[in-house]
């Protein structure tokens, strides 16, 4: 297959790299100097169960609507920022123009796939999450990944279900598998939004305020009270979509944040790096449901703040 990954950071990066040693065409968007880099000498990967390091075949994203055409691209993953789907959907709309081509989205929150069916077409659209992974690139063209990384799919809830979109879900969860991708199936990809939410609603926010890790968040007596309050909120939140999930749906992905391999958080990366964290995207979709639902999120609303404050101060 002819795999196009927008946004080959730590994830897309490390799940391309993944489908091209599995033997697919695979063209990498990216920007700066990790771009120069994969142009000039590839990309690294370095996982504690498997490496890979060879050329690649790297775009920067306007050298990819001006020179590329959409023709031929069997599906396109989506892995920047939640904070650009908005400003992207419509530069990609124009450049696929009538071509079908898919989009998988594998990025932080629960609004990704809304603002892509609004801009391409539901038909289009495919909800998806990348789960029990760390990655991050630890140097242009360097990617270093921990983690089984697995990959959840499914179509979008309001795109009309046809045999051919479920064939094309098929084919990519074999596809993936047999690239050294889990993936799994699933029949109701926002309730599995909504659970990566919780887990990074606990911990993405606070990891970003405090400089810890997942690990140390979740195992400090204090702080870990704070992480289940804040996966919690989430929960209860999900109901605004429709989404129902329990205590024991908590409890579950606490203890799954709890004893994975500890990483740093996207978000903590990012504020370390002075980037423009997904505060919006992670608390805010948090707080937003809160108030439709008339229910108070008070860890939420608090670690919103700081962080907020802490942000603004840093310029």
């Given at each position: 297959m002819h795999f196009l990954i927008i946004g080959a950071g730590g994830i897309g990066g490390y799940y391309g790299a993944r489908l091209q040693a599995g033997g697919h065409q695979v063209v990498f968007v990216a920007r700066g100097t990790h771009l120069l880099a994969l142009q000039a000498r590839g990309l690294r990967v370095n996982h504690p169960e498997w490496r890979f390091d060879a050329p690649v075949r790297a775009l920067s994203m306007e050298q990819l609507f001006r020179d590329t055409s959409?023709?031929?691209?069997?599906?396109?993953?989506?892995?920047?920022?939640?904070?650009?789907?908005?400003?992207?959907?419509?530069?990609?709309?124009?450049?696929?123009?009538?071509?079908?081509?898919?989009?998988?989205?594998?990025?932080?929150?629960?609004?990704?796939?809304?603002?892509?069916?609004?801009?391409?077409?539901?038909?289009?659209?495919?909800?998806?999450?990348?789960?029990?992974?760390?990655?991050?690139?630890?140097?242009?063209?360097?990617?270093?990944?921990?983690?089984?990384?697995?990959?959840?799919?499914?179509?979008?809830?309001?795109?009309?279900?046809?045999?051919?979109?479920?064939?094309?879900?098929?084919?990519?969860?074999?596809?993936?598998?047999?690239?050294?991708?889990?993936?799994?199936?699933?029949d109701n990809i926002q309730l599995e939004l909504w659970r990566k939410l919780v887990v990074n609603n606990g911990v993405n926010p606070l990891s970003a305020l405090t400089c810890l890790d997942t690990g140390a968040l979740s195992h400090d007596p204090g702080l870990s009270r704070i992480v289940y309050g804040m996966m919690a909120e989430a929960a209860a939140a999900a109901a605004a979509d429709g989404v129902m999930l329990t205590e024991a749906d908590c409890t579950e992905m606490f203890e799954l944040i709890r004893n994975f391999d500890p990483i740093k958080t996207s978000m903590l990366v990012d504020f370390e790096h002075n980037r423009t964290l997904e505060l919006e995207e992670i608390c805010g979709a948090v707080l937003a449901r809160s108030r439709r639902l008339r229910r108070e999120a008070p860890y939420t609303f608090t670690v919103y703040q700081l962080l907020r404050l802490a942000t603004t101060r840093r310029g």
């Open positions: 959409p023709d031929g691209v069997d599906l396109i993953v989506l892995c920047i920022k939640a904070i650009d789907t908005g400003v992207f959907a419509r530069q990609l709309a124009e450049w696929l123009g009538d071509c079908p081509t898919p989009v998988l989205s594998l990025q932080n929150g629960v609004d990704n796939e809304k603002v892509l069916a609004d801009c391409l077409g539901e038909e289009r659209v495919l909800g998806g999450l990348a789960v029990r992974i760390g990655s991050h690139l630890t140097g242009p063209g360097v990617i270093d990944a921990v983690g089984p990384a697995q990959v959840v799919m499914g179509q979008w809830p309001t795109a009309a279900r046809t045999a051919k979109s479920a064939d094309l879900i098929r084919k990519l969860d074999a596809v993936f598998n047999e690239a050294g991708i889990p993936a799994r199936v699933t």
